[in-house]
T-cell receptor, first 118, second 110 residues
Framework: DTAVSQTPKYLVTQMGNDKSIKCEQNLGHDTMYWYKQDSKKFLKIMFSYNNKELIINETVPNRFSPKSPDKAHLNLHINSLELGDSAVYFC?????????????????FGPGTRLTVL | QKEVEQNSGPLSVPEGAIASLNCTYSDRVSQSFFWYRQYSGKSPELIMSIYSNGDKEDGRFTAQLNKASQYVSLLIRDSQPSDSATYLCAVTTTGNQFYFGTGTSLTVIP
């Protein structure tokens, strides 16, 4: 069973287009994330979202917007795509494990979407 | 973004040796620490988590945490060619925000 899934796996598009990437998790986790991984392998958090709060990394351009139709889905919309948006985008989800303090979280990643902007 | 630093490598070790991967973090209130393994073209896979000072062992992997020095390490004993990957260190502070280092590329030479 796939825990965190993303579609599409590959996305090739022209500069200026608008595109979406979908993410679904069946783990019952309460928080979902979008990360961008560039060619140097740096994994940068873009957004985290649960049913209470959206946390946005302030360095993310407002051309990027997350949309969550329900707790199990967090889609990423990108407007006016630019060459520098080419990267691998990972969706992830996490949940708190038990009542321990400090809290313990477990995070799992989707397979990634390789976006190429031409 | 919280700073998490790793030696980018590449780190090469012979098969059967111990591989030592290091990570430092800047935020003193960091609470949880993780090591992920990422094979080329694949997604990060959680291999170890550690929350308290000291050592935590899981098979051939040992995570070591020293909060006073803001340092977390991963030791891989009896390294195998299948351990060749990029290893990512991650920390969380309050809440469930994860911050990743730039990763260390490990090659185990048969």
């Amino acid at each position: 069973d796939t825990a965190v899934s993303q579609t599409p796996k590959y996305l090739v598009t022209q500069m200026g287009n608008d595109k979406s990437i979908k993410c679904e998790q069946n783990l019952g986790h309460d928080t979902m994330y979008w990360y961008k991984q560039d060619s140097k392998k740096f994994l940068k958090i873009m957004f985290s979202y649960n049913n209470k709060e959206l946390i946005i990394n302030e360095t993310v351009p407002n051309r990027f917007s997350p949309k969550s139709p329900d707790k199990a889905h967090l889609n990423l919309h990108i407007n006016s795509l630019e060459l520098g948006d080419s990267a691998v985008y990972f969706c992830a989800s996490s949940s708190r494990r038990g009542p321990a303090d400090p809290p313990m979280y477990t995070q799992y990643f989707g397979p990634g979407t390789r976006l190429t902007v031409l | 973004q919280k700073e998490v630093e790793q030696n980018s490598g590449p780190l090469s070790v012979p098969e059967g040796a111990i591989a030592s991967l290091n990570c430092t973090y800047s935020d003193r209130v960091s609470q949880s620490f993780f090591w992920y393994r990422q094979y080329s073209g694949k997604s990060p896979e959680l291999i170890m988590s550690i929350y308290s000072n000291g050592d935590k062992e899981d098979g051939r992997f040992t995570a070591q945490l020293n909060k006073a020095s803001q340092y977390v390490s991963l030791l891989i004993r009896d390294s195998q060619p299948s351990d060749s990957a990029t290893y990512l260190c991650a920390v969380t502070t309050t809440g469930n925000q994860f911050y990743f280092g730039t990763g260390t590329s490990l090659t185990v030479i048969p």
